[in-house]
């Protein structure tokens, strides 16, 4: 990718991936054979080396450092105003996600896919802040990892509608298409069906 990681920034990040590893959220998605080979872990991180520049890592900055992943920055430009752009960063740690967005959440408004996530922590057994919608930052940075370090790119049949949004009742989706990553944001109680949610695990 192009980027580095301040020394203990790694370290700390090998500590996290044990415990992640050894976490109920994995075990719990191991015993499940409809999550085979279908889930990603990720490294998350709340700061980069880009060109000798240590670097948030927030909206802005990974969009500035990986502007040709974008199909059309004015699609992102026009939250410029809002607080998120520059101040939402990854936790600091590993995430779990699907390639795509699972069919249960598709073609349904918001609310309905939120309902989706508690019935996902309560069927493998794990307590509901362990499963969550995706921000837009971690949604951003996980599609750029994908890209440039995957064979098969993720969102690029999916839309995931991440928990953020320009308003308390708009929130914008992102995907992969053959131009690159697009977003855009959609009221909650729109439905399509290409369009559903990436439980962050």
């Not at 019935?119 to 837009?136: C, F, K």
């Not at 953020?164 to 053959?178: M, R």
Request: net charge positive; with cysteine; aromatic share 8%.
């Amino acid at each position: 990718m192009n980027i580095d990681l301040p020394a203990q920034d790694k370290v700390q990040l090998g500590h996290l991936r044990k415990q992640k590893l050894e976490s109920r959220s994995v075990a719990a998605l191991q015993s499940n054979e409809e999550a085979q080979a279908k889930y990603v872990l990720t490294p998350r991180f709340t700061r980069f080396i880009y060109e000798g520049t240590v670097y948030n890592c927030t909206v802005k900055n990974l969009a500035r450092t990986f502007i040709s992943v974008f199909a059309d920055i004015k699609e992102l430009m026009q939250y410029k105003s809002h607080a998120f752009l520059n101040g939402e960063m990854p936790e600091m740690g590993w995430g779990i996600v699907p390639l795509e967005t699972p069919s249960d959440t598709l073609d349904k408004n918001y609310m309905e896919q939120t309902q989706y996530l508690r019935l996902i922590a309560t069927t493998v057994g794990v307590p509901s802040h362990m499963v969550q919608r995706r921000t837009l930052v971690e949604a951003i940075y996980d599609i750029i990892v994908g890209q440039l370090a995957l064979d098969t790119p993720p969102q690029s049949k999916t839309l995931d509608w991440t928990a953020t949004g320009p308003s308390k009742t708009d929130f914008i989706c992102v995907g992969l298409s053959g131009q690159g990553l697009r977003l855009r944001h959609l009221n909650r109680t729109q439905r399509n069906q290409a369009l559903g949610l990436c439980p962050n695990w």
